[in-house]
């Protein structure tokens, strides 16, 4: 089956400034990908290529196995800056008017509303709505043509707590429809929460592409007196290169079964054990190690 997205070696130079270098990028039917990079890396310049909004400097792109054209605009909704519609409408009108210009059935519009979960407050104006419910109308506006790819750029930013808690819920459910989803964003919680797969973009560069479930193979945190002790007690259990030692703590790679036997060996030495616990998915660790300054840009 061909996939939704696909590029190749794509770049993208502006003068002497090179926004994104040789990516190549491949998106699954039926996921939920997350282009995760901080401010700058080139997120919002390859979805612009991808969308036809700006031209490549090089490379090719692939949507659906064909060369972007007009002709899958039909397939391919997106999301990608503040959406522009008329404060002194509704939410229902700004979406009729859209669909009229999009050649999109006028019947979508109570659809999409539905699924956006703004059809409550779809007769109001948009000027009153706030910035959780525009960009859930945003959203609304990029499905109504029933479109099998969704291309969102940042769809959290600048959203409180429930207006981001929100949209992620619809994007996860429009994924569980069987729809494609490739959103950007620079929060790693947020693509752990909703992301099946992850391609770390850093200065231009994919560093990484990976499932979200490799990314966050877990760790098991402890928090022992005294620590040193407590490392050679452990690097002789596990071996030396298995801890990395953080602050107050050890993170140990390794398995549930060792648990309470690294647990009987502190005590039994006479060691305060404080804290034993599988960590939560680290992925800000490896975030930082992907794309920081001291990380090999080209790891996999
Ligand atoms: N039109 C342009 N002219 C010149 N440089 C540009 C232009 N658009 C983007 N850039 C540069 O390309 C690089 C990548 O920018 P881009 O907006 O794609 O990053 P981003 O990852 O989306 O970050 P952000 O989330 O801050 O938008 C930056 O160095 C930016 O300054």
Do not use: W
């Not at 109308?137 to 099998?148: N, R, V």
């Amino acid at each position: 089956m061909t996939s939704p997205v696909e590029t190749s070696a794509l770049t993208k130079r502006y003068g002497p400034i090179t926004a994104v270098t040789d990516l190549d990028l491949t998106v699954r039917t039926g996921e939920v990908y997350g282009f995760l990079g901080p401010n700058g890396a080139g997120k919002t310049t390859t979805l612009r290529m991808l969308l036809g909004l700006i031209k490549p400097t090089s490379g090719t792109i692939r949507l659906f196995g064909a060369v972007p054209g007009p002709h899958y605009l039909d397939r391919v909704g997106a999301l990608i800056e503040g959406p522009a519609f008329y404060p002194y409408l509704s939410g229902r009108d700004n979406l009729r008017v859209l669909a009229a210009h999009a050649g999109a059935d006028s019947r979508r519009v109570a659809t999409v509303l539905r699924i956006v979960d703004l059809a409550d407050r779809a007769g109001d104006r948009y000027g009153t709505y706030s910035l959780g419910m525009k960009q859930r109308l945003g959203l609304a506006a990029a499905l109504l043509k029933d479109p099998a790819l969704l291309i969102l750029d940042e769809p959290t930013n600048g959203l409180d707590p429930a207006g981001m808690a929100d949209i992620r819920a619809t994007i996860r459910r429009l994924a569980d429809d069987g729809r494609t989803v490739l959103l950007s964003s620079h929060l790693l919680g947020e693509v752990q929460q909703i992301c099946d797969r992850v391609g770390m973009i850093s200065a231009g560069r994919l560093v990484s592409q990976l499932s979200v479930a490799e990314l966050s193979s877990a760790g098991l945190r402890v928090i022992a007196d005294p620590l040193p002790a407590a490392r050679e007690r452990v690097a002789a259990m596990i071996g030396a290169d298995r801890i990395t030692e953080d602050g107050d703590a050890l993170y140990l790679d390794t398995t549930d079964d060792m648990v309470p036997r690294i647990n009987a060996e502190l005590v039994n030495a006479g060691l305060a054990v404080r804290e034993l616990h599988r960590c939560e998915p680290d992925l800000e660790r490896t975030f930082l190690e992907l794309t920081g300054s001291g990380g090999d840009p080209h790891a996999h």
